[in-house]
């Protein structure tokens, strides 16, 4: 089965979802597609739609089987693509505190170490740059921020730290991540946060929306430790 | 009306409370979780006359063992075969029956199935994560884990004398160890030979078998150089294949995208019975259109409604149950 290299390609996903692809490779431009028929797609939601995941490439349209197929999906999503022409007026901008302390960014110095530049230049090249969240994925809440700035791209490690704790703010080629969980991770840590990106706001219970704008501000020790509740996690009774 | 509390002497790893799950949210990074066989899962509450959404305790093979501390309230276990042993008295699962204070209740995997269900006539206590008990495994959000010493609170709970006794097995589930898959959506980055052998080729489980998905073993498949895909979406019966060529089949506490290529896609239909096989059973893929994937999934809701509206009828006094199994029994054949 050879697949068709004309773009928007579709492309049938078991008895309950259809792929929508706009390229086979990463681009503002295509990041820009996928968020404009995602917004059209939120804006008149065809029968039968359960759920819409937008990442770098493509979208993932998942729908009811009992109410529609592959095919009207497919001429549904076709008839909205021309209308999806621009993204919403309400992309938002976040801003994130972040602490760069050297017992918060274990890895602040090899970042430096290889970038062939100081630790304060490291963090004046990350603060600089402004942050698109392109998609999440990988455990809650954990979105892929684009923007690191070429100076300071570095390969994944070739082995895994473990528990690093939630709120980290780690970085591995051109995208930047802070983290919900403790889990390991083969990124470089290069400060951590108290912003609570998992919220415990019913009606807002992510910080991000897919295509938001993300900057870093930095903040000294006093101000993280007063901020950091230590718990990232949004656990309520119910 | 009362409560009913339990205390956890003994949990395996990956017991945990399970509702229908938190479904929407995978553009967060949230898979839905929820029960790994949601049928068996909806048919212990619908047996047990709960709605069928209704919070239960999914086990895994490392069992459970609750000594009931007070009150009384009746349980359905559902699932594989699983054995339930209540004050030294053992039987087989599928079965609904009455657990007082003082009683000890064992839940033990039987010959086969990898997860049971327990479900309680009340309403069990548990935290919940954006509107549900459903547990992420990963994260622990939601009703979480259960761990020795921890107490099990049912509030409201009853006992539904008239619901005990065997729960009716579905008769309409597919010929196990034949998973139907469709194509796609990147199996364009396999050579054709690896195509023909995912889809000739006799797998099986492995040990890496947990709530987010089971590895696979058999023939390697050959990517042809396409581990640089960008990451994208991916679903629960997506089968991944990593860049040693092993394909794992993404469960219920997936990873909402990933960057492997996904060579087919294991059909909603086929998820229940293939979660409960175990590690070394195995399993040869059965190939089917995305349109025989929509018929298949009709098809089942309907038996799947038919089936849950008929064991949520109470099965009433000896004389009225087989009154009404003969009348069933008549309409069937």
């Not at chain 2, 195509?195 to 990517?223: C, H, I, N, W």
Request: aromatic share 6%; glycine share 8%; with cysteine.
């Amino acid at each position: 089965m050879k697949a068709s290299h004309i773009f928007p390609r579709f492309v049938p996903v078991a008895d309950h979802a259809l792929l929508v692809e706009f390229a086979d490779s990463i681009s503002d431009d295509i990041a820009n597609r996928v968020l404009a028929l995602d917004h059209a797609i939120s804006a008149s939601p065809p029968d039968g739609l359960c759920e819409v995941v937008p990442a770098l490439v493509n979208l993932l349209i998942d729908f009811d089987p009992l109410v529609t197929d592959h095919s009207i999906m497919q001429s549904e999503i076709e008839a909205l693509i021309p209308r999806a022409s621009a993204i919403d007026s309400n992309i938002q901008t976040h801003e994130v505190e972040l602490c760069y302390d050297a017992d918060l960014a274990p890895d602040l110095g090899a970042v430096a170490h290889a970038a062939g530049m100081s630790e304060e230049a490291v963090i004046a090249c990350h603060l600089s740059a402004s942050y698109r969240v392109g998609m999440y994925g990988f455990a809650p809440g954990y979105a892929y921020l684009t923007g690191v700035s070429e100076q300071i791209q570095l390969p994944r490690k070739q082995v895994a730290v473990r528990d690093v704790p939630a709120g980290s703010v780690i970085i591995a080629g051109p995208q930047c991540l802070v983290t919900t969980l403790t889990m390991p991770t083969g990124w470089s840590i290069i400060g951590r946060s108290p912003t609570e990106i998992l919220r415990n706001d019913p009606d807002r219970p992510f910080l991000f929306d897919v295509g938001d704008t993300v900057r870093f501000k930095r903040i000294d020790r006093n101000r993280f430790d007063a901020l950091n509740t230590g718990n990232q996690g949004a656990i309520s009774h119910g | 009306m009362a409560d009913a509390r339990f205390r956890v002497q003994f949990a395996g790893p990956l017991v945990t409370y399970q509702d229908a799950g938190r479904r929407g949210l995978m553009r967060f990074g949230v898979p839905a979780s929820g029960p790994m066989d949601r049928l068996s899962y909806a048919a212990a509450n619908a047996a047990l006359g709960q709605p069928t959404d209704a919070t239960t305790i999914e086990i895994s093979m490392g069992g459970l063992l609750l000594e009931c501390l007070e009150g009384e309230v009746s349980i359905a276990l559902t699932g594989g075969e699983f054995n339930l042993t209540l004050d030294g008295t053992t039987q087989p699962g599928w079965t609904i029956c009455t657990v007082s204070a003082g009683q000890k209740l064992s839940i033990r995997p039987g010959p086969s199935g990898s997860w049971a269900y327990l479900a309680f006539a009340g309403n069990l206590v548990t935290d919940q994560w954006l509107g549900h008990s459903a547990t992420h495994s990963t994260s622990g959000f939601g009703g979480g884990a259960l761990a020795s010493g921890q107490d099990i609170v049912v509030r409201e709970s009853k006992v539904r004398e008239e619901r005990e006794g065997p729960i009716q097995r579905p008769d309409f589930l597919p010929a196990p160890g034949a998973p139907r898959v469709v194509m796609g959506p990147q199996n364009h980055h396999f050579s054709s030979a690896s195509q023909e052998l995912f889809q000739m080729s006799t797998y099986a489980l492995s040990d890496a078998f947990d709530r987010m998905g089971v590895r696979l073993e058999g023939p390697k498949l050959d990517l042809e150089g396409a581990l640089s895909i960008p990451s994208e979406p991916v679903c629960k019966g997506s089968i991944q294949v990593a860049g040693d060529g092993v394909p794992t089949v993404l469960l219920a506490d997936h990873q909402t995208t990933g960057g492997y290529p996904k060579i087919a896609t294991v059909i909603s239909a086929d998820l229940d019975q293939f979660a409960q096989m175990r590690a070394r059973d195995s399993l040869a893929f059965t190939l089917i259109s995305p349109d025989e994937a929509v018929s298949i999934a009709r098809n089942r809701a309907a038996a799947v409604e038919r089936y849950l509206e008929a064991i949520s009828q109470a099965r009433g006094t000896l004389p009225q149950r087989l009154m009404r199994e003969n009348l069933i029994s008549g309409v069937v054949s």
